[in-house]
């Protein structure tokens, strides 16, 4: 293969009929089932779906934290069998190490990849200057902002040049200023680096104004409901946000979420003995209630 064939492909995630159980065989549950999708090489893709829909365990297989049951998930075709430094993961908890300085967290995964200390700070203040963090190198976790915190979570992540970054709503424990300016600050960083994300979260608006592509996810078990391209010009802003066309795409998406959230409420309540309480308890028996 060349060089440039090869250039090509770098940071392809392909996940093929994936297939996710747990528990004993009487009582397994069954968290996602045949599930394929795509993200290509340099694209941002999001994956939203009501809660318990197999989002998160979906990531960790691709992550290398988890085994599918069935099917595979493989990175530049090669399968994935285990975490590994071409994958960058951010969770919505802010995994730093206390004990150590901003900069220190950032250049802790090129230390224990070997590389010399005056690289690993060259690298590690580079991307701290991208990110606004400068200033704050030499500060620990405690003394920072949850979105400062997450800023250097990102970073972090970042500088083990990894082919793809794996994201578990990352802004999901911010308030809404703050989440905004990260998701304005995650954009410009993807722009610049162009790696392949596949981004977990429950916020539509925020899957739409980052996203290439946004794959629906329904209720438990989890299968893909429909692949929506978000056809918007970048670089995006947040004024983008209240024209027609994101409108147009918000209604489409949050309409085909507000059926799996019935779906996935319905499949609750009739699991918790409820389904004789005046209606049949189920997507149509729940519209009758909202």
């Not at 747990?22 to 045949?34: E, H, T, W, Y």
């Not at 701290?128 to 500060?139: D, I, Q, S, V, Y």
């Not at 250097?152 to 992540?157: C, E, L, P």
């Amino acid at each position: 293969m060349s060089d440039t064939a090869t250039a090509a492909t770098r940071g392809l995630i392909e996940v093929r009929n994936l297939g996710m159980r747990f528990g004993s065989s009487r009582q397994a549950v069954v968290a996602i089932d045949d599930v394929s999708l795509t993200v290509n090489p340099g694209e941002f893709v999001s994956l939203i779906g009501p809660s318990g829909c197999g989002k998160s365990s979906l990531l960790n297989v691709v992550a290398g934290f988890a085994r599918p049951s069935s099917g595979r998930a493989s990175l530049d075709g090669v399968a994935i069998d285990g975490p590994g430094a071409n994958r960058g993961v951010v969770f919505q908890q802010y995994s730093l190490f206390p004990w150590m300085t901003v900069r220190r967290n950032v250049e802790f995964g090129l230390k224990m990849q070997g590389v010399p200390a005056s690289s690993r700070e060259t690298t590690a203040r580079t991307l701290l200057g991208l990110a606004g963090l400068l200033a704050f190198e030499n500060h620990y976790p405690d003394q920072l902002s949850g979105g400062m915190k997450q800023r250097v979570g990102i970073v972090r992540a970042l500088a083990t040049s990894p082919q793809v970054m794996l994201m578990d709503e990352p802004f999901g424990a911010l308030d809404a200023q703050t989440r905004v300016v990260m998701q304005q600050i995650l954009t410009n960083m993807w722009q610049k680096f162009r790696l392949s994300v596949l981004f977990i979260t429950h916020d539509i608006e925020e899957a739409i104004f980052l996203s290439d592509r946004v794959y629906v996810m329904t209720a438990r078990p989890g299968r893909i409901k429909a692949e929506v391209t978000i056809d918007l010009p970048r670089p995006r802003t947040a004024e983008m946000m209240s024209s027609l066309a994101f409108t147009q795409i918000l209604h489409k998406l949050r309409n085909l979420i507000r059926e799996e959230s019935l779906a996935a409420m319905g499949s609750e309540l009739h699991d918790g003995g409820l389904e004789g309480f005046g209606t049949e308890v189920g997507p149509e028996g729940l519209r009758e209630l909202v």
